[in-house]
């Protein structure tokens, strides 16, 4: 009697709808509060109406992150309820058929046709649904659209990373807020995305120099347009 040795694995990729929204999330928190804090103070904008600026940025960028979240992952959703049910028609008028759409993509994957053809019956006697939804939709519990998680995730991740630059401009003194603010910000992104990369089992140098890298860039640019625009002004 053949017996079967099972062992457990953890795997990430169950982390990929909450640790992408969450890493968009603070990650956008950081760069566009720090930039518009920047850019605000560069313009030599009075202390008060920096941090004004920088609130109503983190309060707006909140919503709209959450905002768009929901919408973009709920398009995601209606898109795979919308395949899933027309799989579903097609099941319900040639069940037999289905059998060997499902085994064709065994068979395409190294499985020899007769195995693929009582693999397909038996995961198809099961939940026939589920079977193609996974092997011919790519659709998984693991991997399916969530859109309230991924807009609270944004929401709170973009809050909690806005709140870091914002924190600054009441720390650091105005004279050397610019230099302060875009130093402290970068360092919060190279923890971002070494945080992030850790997460998810992805190399930490590359992720922690792709997060700073676009994220000074973006402070740069903003510092530059609030220069012209207060020395216009």
């Known amino acids: ?115 693929a053809e009582s693999v397909a019956r038996q995961l198809m006697t099961k939940d026939a649904l589920a079977a193609h939804a996974h092997d011919e939709l790519g659709i998984s519990e693991m991997t399916t659209a969530r859109p309230i998680q991924a807009a609270l995730t944004s929401a709170a991740t973009f809050t909690a990373g806005a709140a870091l630059p914002l924190a600054i401009v009441m720390l650091a003194p105005v004279s050397r807020l610019v230099i302060i603010e875009a130093t402290a910000s970068l360092l919060f992104l190279a923890l971002l995305g070494a945080v992030g990369a850790r997460v998810g089992g992805a190399p930490v140098w590359k992720a922690t120099a792709r997060v700073t890298f676009w994220g000074a860039l973006a402070m740069a640019l903003t510092a530059g347009i609030g220069m012209l625009v207060g020395q216009a002004v």
């Open 1 to 115: 009697m053949t017996r079967l040795h099972l062992h457990s694995e953890r795997h990430l990729v169950s982390r990929i709808g909450w640790l992408r929204a969450a890493v968009l999330g603070a990650n956008d928190g950081i760069v566009s509060t720090a930039s518009l804090i920047i850019g605000v103070a560069a313009a030599a904008a009075k202390p008060g109406d920096i941090l004004i600026a920088g609130a109503a940025g983190l309060v707006a960028g909140a919503m709209s992150m959450a905002a768009g979240e929901y919408v973009s992952v709920s398009s995601q959703s209606d898109t795979e309820r919308a395949e899933l049910a027309r799989e579903h028609a097609e099941l319900a008028a040639d069940p037999e058929g289905e059998v060997h759409e499902l085994a064709g993509f065994y068979v395409n994957r190294g499985v020899d046709p007769a195995t």
